[in-house]
């Protein structure tokens, strides 16, 4: 009966333990936004951070100062960032695309929302280069707030990925 209830209060010593430090951080960086998403509990203490900062001005370096003070911020710089996953590189061209425009672009895990008018903007959006993992994604592209190309393109590895919007 002893070593029963010795192994139940080890069980469940073992699963607090577990449950202290159950820590998600996922940051994404296109160079012109950067999102840190920050959830789960360090040290018994419930975090939960969502913030996108825009960060196309920054420098690299810049970014991972951004990055380090925020995660400092919360108390989470000792926790093992996970490294950005590599992927391919995907290249978005568009010719006719302008004035009042808004490009979304959905997959597993993966999420860009890109607006721009190009009567206020003198950067050109297009061509957009991403780096995206394999798979198959859907694009949603409206111009003037008018849909205008809703479709699906696949992210092949080791091929030249080029998504035109026509």
Not at 107 to 115: F, I, K, N, P, Q
């Amino acid at each position: 009966m002893k070593t029963i209830l010795t192994c139940l209060l080890l069980s469940l010593c073992t699963l607090a333990q577990a449950q202290k430090n159950n820590l998600s951080i996922q940051i994404d960086d296109d160079t012109k936004y950067m999102s840190i998403d920050v959830e789960g509990t360090q040290d018994g203490r419930l975090i939960s951070y969502n913030q996108r900062f825009g960060v196309a001005g920054l420098n690299e370096r810049q970014r991972e100062a951004l990055k380090d003070r925020v995660l400092d911020s919360l108390g989470v710089r000792g926790a093992a960032t996970p490294p950005r996953p590599e992927g391919e590189s995907v290249t978005i061209r568009c010719e006719r695309c302008n004035e009042q425009m808004r490009l979304e672009i959905y997959g597993t895990g993966y999420t860009l929302l890109h607006e721009a008018d190009s009567r206020k903007e003198r950067a050109a959006t297009f061509p957009m280069a991403l780096t995206l993992q394999p798979g198959t994604y859907r694009l949603v592209y409206r111009q003037n707030r008018v849909l205008q190309v809703q479709s699906t393109f696949t992210v092949k590895p080791d091929e030249p990925n080029v998504v035109v919007i026509k």
